[in-house]
């Protein structure tokens, strides 16, 4: 039975109006495990707020704890201070999208890209819980490179205080994927056009070091594959 | 004098409430030639716009034509259906991100990311004019491939019929750019924790070709760098 196990754990989001497409519903997934892939390899996510009645949307790092998403920001900073007055939370949505190769039709109409997205409506609450606090900035190191939370100096108690945290539950949910080859209209297969997908490289470069590196500090292993 | 050219085309876009940042205002730019190149280098945006009092956010693709952003769709999608629908326009704000490398700091705190990123807010207005739809779609093609609105069937009637095509003009724009090495506080410099910068890689595996294509249809030129 799609969305329920044996257990009380469901395997998938509860689908809901506005997490259900108008079109395209074939590219729309709620299985946690696909939603949870697309979240833990990325970092940058595009958060939408309402402020004066009027859209935002703003790019910023994220960080997955279970079925939480954190993010963080200054104190100071206009989404973070709306979450801390709005007694009841902030109304968002979080979106993070991986481009993963642009798509060549025959055809103008059917060019596309192919590419995989989370988005998360819900309302952000501002973490006040110290341990919670701490379990989310590290998650926020870690989303960016895997294992560097530890093998770095911790927030002391005045970072800490110029931080706010805000979390957002994994409850209202879906995917969209789209992959595969162009899909152009039958009678357009014969046109001399090269049709076909263009992959995006995925990876990084050599590490720079900082020209303030102290030295003999070589690069750290999970940095070596890079 | 910043902001303007002894002609009537200022060189900067005009600073508004919303697009001064609360904090870090030198990684701010107004500059449209800088605005310009983060645009034209990518081609999937985030769309946000209000929908029943919630933000959403949608990644879709843009094209840049002058002063204007297009975003096009499906006419029965829900963003455009309500622009159809809204006779003073959809209020929007459009961001664009361009992530450039991870940078690890000695603390925690100072972990950062390089990136490029414009916003840009505005009411988007349904575009009815043939010959400017025309213009639009070609944009919106020729931002993923360079070239290759002209080596494709243009659309037809039926699809033109399908295809919704909004506009967003540049006028309340912001660029916001981080770059350089991690910036730690001199109290940490000592640390025995690696510093610096991951370079994210930028390019393009070799062009898949689509299953169905003709033979004898090789490599368009366009292509061939990849």
Redesign the interface.
């Known amino acids: 039975m799609p969305g329920t196990t044996a257990g009380t754990h469901p395997t998938e989001y509860a689908p809901t109006d506005?997490t259900v497409p108008?079109?395209a519903a074939d590219r729309a997934s709620y299985d946690k495990e696909v939603v949870h892939a697309i979240l833990d390899e990325g970092?940058?996510c595009?958060?939408?707020?309402?402020?004066d009645?009027?859209?935002?949307?703003?790019?910023t790092?994220y960080g997955r704890v279970g079925e939480r998403l954190y993010v963080h920001g200054?104190t100071?900073?206009?989404p973070l201070r709306m979450t801390g007055a709005a007694d009841p939370g902030l109304?968002?949505?979080?979106?993070v999208?991986h481009?993963d190769g642009?798509v060549?039709?025959?055809?103008?109409?059917h060019?596309s890209?192919n590419?995989r997205?989370v988005?998360v409506?819900g309302i952000a609450h501002e973490v006040t819980d110290p341990e919670e606090r701490r379990r989310a900035?590290?998650a926020?190191?870690d989303h960016?490179?895997a294992g560097?939370?530890a093998?770095?100096?911790?927030?002391?108690k005045k970072?800490l205080a110029a931080?706010a945290v805000i979390r957002l539950d994994l409850d209202e949910v879906s995917a969209k994927i789209r992959s595969g080859?162009?899909n152009?209209e039958p009678e357009?297969?014969?046109?001399?056009?090269?049709?076909?997908?263009?992959?995006?490289?995925?990876?990084?470069?050599?590490?720079?070091?900082?020209?303030?590196?102290?030295s003999g500090?070589?690069?750290?292993d999970y940095?070596a594959g890079?």
Chains 1, 2 share one sequence.
């Open positions: 506005r108008t079109r970092y940058v595009h958060l939408g707020f309402v402020r009645g009027a859209p935002v949307v703003l790019p790092l200054s100071g900073s206009r109304e968002v949505c979080l979106t999208t481009v642009l060549l039709a025959r055809s103008a109409f060019h890209i590419y997205s988005m409506h900035l590290d926020l190191v960016v490179v560097r939370a093998d770095s100096r911790p927030a002391n970072e931080t080859g162009a152009d357009d297969l014969a046109l001399p056009h090269w049709a076909g997908v263009v992959p995006l490289r995925k990876g990084y470069d050599a590490p720079v070091p900082n020209a303030d590196l102290a500090i070589g690069l750290p940095l890079e």
